[in-house]
């Protein structure tokens, strides 16, 4: 599989790919014990498929069928990368409607695959190429397996040999195709008394010169020389989906209770495992009632209240309309207010619908709510039961403080509370029919959800300052689309020198962890090792090898990058941000973590009666130091936006506007530089003007209009730069004509300051120069040789009398620029 790329499969073992079986042509076959053949080799290698899970075809767009080298599971090593020169692809079709397809690969004439000496004869012969045929969908760059799209170990999904999960992918079945340089060469004919393949028990016998397709299910193992060959491509029997839906209820919840009890992720796992024995006693008869009764809706409320006793956002339950009946019948009703629970504790109304019962009870936006029928209103946010299941504490109380403002149409609710400037008042509210103010706490209040593309990019700007604005909407959709989007956005902004990059993931559900963080950085990032339940040992063993971000061929640097996260960024959004989170130099920026909702789901898909589907997570991520990856914490913000009276009324985005704040904060801001810029001589000033060096106010950030200078005040500058350059250090005044200018200029004073101190006048050069019919004067010198650091300089320009410069008047008093440059250390 694919590290970094495709690997994921592995990760999130979405996959659930199912083959029928193909009737084969005549065949002339060996049992093993010799190489007979009919005289011709197989030149072609083809089957047809069929899936339960769609997930993959979702993901991706480009498929395709490969030759697999299978040298990595020869010598056991799954971080071995699959050469390039060894792949030959084949075509694939698929159909949504039946979800199934065909395949067909040609077999090169002179495979460049690796040799392998299997024979087990202790001498060091030339060897075998082995190898399987394997699903190999395109995620990035060309067809091929290579660079950011390598592939490692051996193929474990959709390919031509049975794998065992339970005992490290070792290959337990299936068909492999091998190719011998010459009939010198042996190849095994079993698996030997370890029950594994290529090891040194392995009985062996000739393979015949060039291919021959070997069956593995066979025993001894038969060695097939046909021109074409049908196989089959083969998934782990623990991916598909559990489908119980033909049985009765009762049968069907036995046999998931069953696996869900033994498998779920987090068994074990103080806070996470529900009591198992309580559970089953509670549902159990609800369950045969449901089904004495035909009860559909009975059968629903069983499940829906199985999936209540996890605190867990990854368990779910699709009840169909059963399930949109219930949801509705919760929410329908509200009492016209919404609330926020600040970080202090107090809980503001931050929404009154107009001419609801709040409303007419005189309740104002501002107002903090104390209690709510009778109960302290945080006691009454903690014993509210939502629908929306959460991983995080922080995630259900969110979800808790919605909840507790539904109710149904007619019921009442005491609620205390104490209006802006105003008295505590107690005011009884009757529920009536408005969804708006359940929507006004949305995690996606605001946000326009109804996108198309799943990558979308912009330049935010703020004076001359620009910054690149990533949206990461979804790890799900299309992926090579969305690699190629997210590249060519970092394209773009390194071409632009943007200030910085902001890449904001708040808003992604999830779905496959892509590792793009390898863009940004040319370290390895640790991910954490997926665990499953295992049937042979009774406990939680590794899969495969611990996942990791690696870095990627094309590297892309900015001087400021941040990162913005929230509680709608769930499961696969998770690692992904978690692996930007981990470059060197990001900011992570929000008022809550991620969801803290990860594991993997595809192995606990259950398909039950009445078109009922039910979802556990069955993997899970551990560190080495055996605590879980991410579940029930997410990815904390580094620099936190409070959630307080201001931000919870706020119309405008505050955390992007925290992250472009991040942005603009220039490296170097804080950092005393070990020395003051160089001060030019006149004949250096006047070189550098003459060179066209830049003026200080044209890299500023701050673009002012002349019309800002109309009166006194002060206009601040802020120049941020990535190493020292000469930049103009300069006071430019124009009037109608020589005589107004020398008028004007015995009525203003000059004041430069650098460093806090003061530079002479008269250390500065002065040019004299008529501009667009204007006799105009500059006074000005050269500053170059930044150390890094914060620098600050001072203009200040005196005019100690009104002053007419023949076009405008302007009055009397200081007119001062600030500006602060910032170095890059």
């Known amino acids: 599989m694919n590290d970094k790329r495709l690997r994921f499969f592995l990760v999130a073992a979405i996959l659930a790919l199912t083959l029928s079986a193909c009737g084969g042509l005549e065949t002339s076959i060996s049992d093993g014990s010799s190489a007979e053949t009919n005289g011709e080799e197989p030149f072609e290698v083809k089957g047809v498929y069929s899936i339960t899970n769609d997930f993959v075809f979702i993901y991706y767009v480009e498929n395709a069928v490969a030759l697999l080298d299978m040298h990595g599971f020869v010598i056991r090593d799954r971080e071995w990368e699959l050469p390039v020169d060894s792949q030959t692809l084949g075509y694939m079709t698929y159909d949504p409607e039946s979800l199934g397809g065909t395949f067909d690969l040609n077999l090169p004439a002179l495979p460049e695959g690796e040799f392998n000496d299997v024979d087990n004869d202790g001498a060091n012969d030339q060897g075998v190429q082995i190898f399987a045929v394997g699903y190999s969908p395109n995620l990035y760059g060309d067809p091929f397996s290579a660079g950011d799209d390598r592939s490692i170990g051996w193929p474990t999904y959709l390919a031509s040999v049975k794998t065992d999960t339970e005992n490290n992918d070792e290959v337990i079945g299936g068909m492999l195709i091998v190719w011998s340089p010459d009939v010198e060469q042996e190849f095994p004919t079993g698996f030997g008394d370890d029950g594994l393949l290529f090891t040194g028990d392995d009985p062996v016998g000739a393979i015949g010169a060039g291919y021959t397709i070997v069956d593995l299910d066979q025993s001894p193992f038969a060695f097939i020389k046909q021109p074409s060959v049908e196989m089959t491509l083969y998934e782990p029997a623990d991916v598909a989906v559990k489908d119980f ?22 068994n074990g796992v103080e806070g996470k495992e529900p009591d198992w024995d309580a559970l089953y006693e509670e549902l159990k008869p609800r369950v045969e009632q449901a089904e004495r009764d035909g009860d559909a809706n009975a059968f629903y409320l069983a499940l829906r209240d199985f999936t209540w006793a996890f605190k867990d956002g990854h368990v779910g339950l699709d009840g169909g309309q059963y399930a949109n009946e219930d949801f509705s019948k919760a929410i329908e009703g509200g009492y016209g207010f919404a609330i926020r629970e600040l970080d202090d504790g107090r809980v503001m109304v931050i929404y009154v619908l107009d001419g609801g019962p709040a409303a007419q009870a005189g309740m104002q936006v501002g107002a903090m709510v104390t209690a709510f029928s009778g109960e302290p209103i945080g006691d009454a946010i903690g014993n509210v039961q939502p629908y929306a299941l959460q991983s995080s504490d922080f995630t259900i109380r969110y979800q808790q403080a919605r909840y507790l403002l539904r109710a149904q149409v007619g019921n009442t609710a005491e609620i205390k509370f104490t209006n802006p400037g105003g008295t505590p008042q107690v005011e009884t509210l009757t529920a009536i029919p408005e969804r708006e103010s359940f929507s006004r706490t949305s995690i996606y209040f605001g946000v326009n959800t109804d996108v198309l593309l799943p990558v979308e990019s912009e330049i935010i700007t703020r004076g001359n300052a620009r910054i690149g604005h990533i949206r990461i909407n979804s790890n799900f959709d299309d992926l090579n689309l969305l690699v190629r989007l997210f590249e060519r956005a970092l394209q773009q902004f390194e071409a632009r020198d943007v200030e910085g990059i902001i890449i904001d993931m708040r808003y992604n559900t999830g779905g496959a962890n892509l590792g793009l963080a390898g863009f940004l950085t040319d370290q390895e990032i640790p991910l954490g090792q997926l665990e499953y339940y295992s049937e042979a040992t009774g406990r939680f063993e590794p899969q495969g090898i611990r996942d990791k971000v690696l870095p990627s061929e094309n590297q892309y640097q900015f001087d400021k990058m941040v990162l913005l996260v929230g509680q709608a960024c769930y499961s696969a959004c998770e690692i992904e941000a978690y692996g930007f989170s981990q470059v060197p130099g990001m900011v992570t920026v929000g008022q809550y973590p991620t969801a803290g909702v990860e594991a993997e789901v595809a192995r606990g898909q259950f398909m039950l009666p009445e078109g009922f589907s039910l979802q556990i997570p069955t993997g899970r991520l551990v560190l080495p130091n055996g605590s879980i990856f991410l579940e029930g914490k997410g990815v904390p913000p580094t620099l936190r936006v409070p959630v307080d009276e201001s931000t919870v009324l706020a119309t405008d985005d505050v955390v992007l506007q925290a992250g472009i704040q991040a942005v ?23 070189s550098a003007l003459s060179a066209g060096a830049s003026f200080l106010e044209d890299v500023a950030r701050e673009v002012y209009e002349e019309s800002d200078f109309a009166a006194p005040g002060v206009w601040t500058y802020t120049i941020a730069l990535t190493k020292s350059e000469t930049l103009i250090w300069a006071y430019p005044w124009c009037a109608s004509d020589a005589e107004t200018l020398e008028q004007n200029f015995s009525q203003i004073g000059l004041k430069f300051t650098l460093e806090g101190k003061e530079i002479p006048a008269a250390d500065f050069n002065t040019l004299d120069v008529e501009s667009g019919g204007r006799q105009c004067r500059l006074i000005y010198t050269a500053l170059s040789d930044w150390k890094a650091g914060e620098h600050h300089l001072t203009t200040t320009v005196s005019f100690k009398s009104a002053i007419d410069d023949g076009i405008s008047e302007y009055e009397a008093g200081d007119y001062v620029s600030e500006y602060t440059v910032y170095v890059k250390p």
């Open 245 to 266: 839906s033909e049985l009765s209820y009762t049968e069907s919840f036995d046999r998931m209770f069953e696996i869900a009890g033994k498998e779920y992720a987090f």
């Open 664 to 686: 603009l904060e220039p490296l170097g801001a804080g950092i005393a530089p070990s020395a003051p810029p160089s001060v030019a001589s006149a004949d250096e000033a006047e």
